[in-house]
């Protein structure tokens, strides 16, 4: 079957990256969430995906220079405002400390490759330990020297490259730098290359997948899972298909 993983948690139809679209992405039947994390001024691991807070919340600046007490007074309501009121930029511990409770696997995208962050790694690696829960978190990120350096860290936790170019052979790439999977752009992923990746053992999770059709054409092929702003609407279109 091919897995749904709710990007940034519902994000087509909840503010992204906040409790409440993780919990939507929890009742539509989605199997998994993807999210942001970077670090705040005073190192707190906080869930965001842009270096700054300007067009997600209602405060300006970098997520670097702002301190967890400054973070959350923030409004992350985004562009759901009129319809869901305030709600917070939740830092991985609160998340993790609901996400354990629930059957949901989660991808962690390492947002560190314009800003690099001293210790993300290291914090983000403890806390997966300190909850138990390495066999249902896969560590991403664009910057592949974070993914290799959370591999040596903490073998037994999954790594995924993610990437937006055309990559020869990526299944043969992943396996160089232990990655168990592949998170290409959808743009550059070919039928194909999703069958020599998963023949080879590599999972293949192509990213932002919201257009119907092509949901369609992963289903069809079986691919792995795929990333969605609308994990809703790729339940339904699964259980129509009966794929």
Not at 43 to 51: C, M, S, Y
Not at 88 to 96: A, H, K, R, S
Not at 212 to 217: A, T, V
């Amino acid at each position: 079957m091919t897995q749904i993983f709710a990007h940034r948690g519902s994000a087509g139809t909840y503010p992204e990256n906040t409790m409440i679209s993780f919990h939507e992405a929890l009742r539509t039947g989605a199997e998994g969430i993807e999210l942001d994390v970077q670090l705040s001024k005073d190192g707190q691991v906080v869930i965001i995906h842009d270096e700054t807070v300007d067009r997600t919340t209602n405060g300006k600046g970098y997520v670097k220079d702002l301190n967890m007490d400054e973070i959350k007074t923030l409004n992350a309501s985004h562009k759901f405002a009129n319809k869901y009121g305030k709600t917070g930029i939740p830092t991985l511990e609160e998340f993790l400390l609901w996400f354990k409770d629930t059957p949901l696997l989660c991808n962690i995208e390492l947002k560190n490759g314009f800003q690099p962050s001293m210790g993300l790694e290291e914090k983000v690696v403890h806390m997966i330990r300190k909850y138990n829960l390495q066999e249902r978190i896969v560590l991403s990120s664009f910057n592949h020297y974070s993914i290799v350096h959370c591999f040596r860290l903490a073998p037994e936790i999954e790594i995924a490259p993610i990437y937006s170019n055309g990559l020869f052979m990526p299944w043969i790439y992943a396996r160089s730098i232990r990655g168990r999977a592949i998170h290409p752009s959808l743009k550059v992923i070919s039928d194909g290359m999703i069958a020599e990746s998963m023949n080879a053992g590599i999972a293949v999770r192509p990213y932002t997948v919201n257009d119907e059709s092509q949901m369609k054409r992963l289903f069809k092929v079986k691919c792995s899972a795929f990333f969605t702003d609308f994990p809703q609407k790729a339940v339904n279109l699964r259980k129509k298909m009966n794929v």
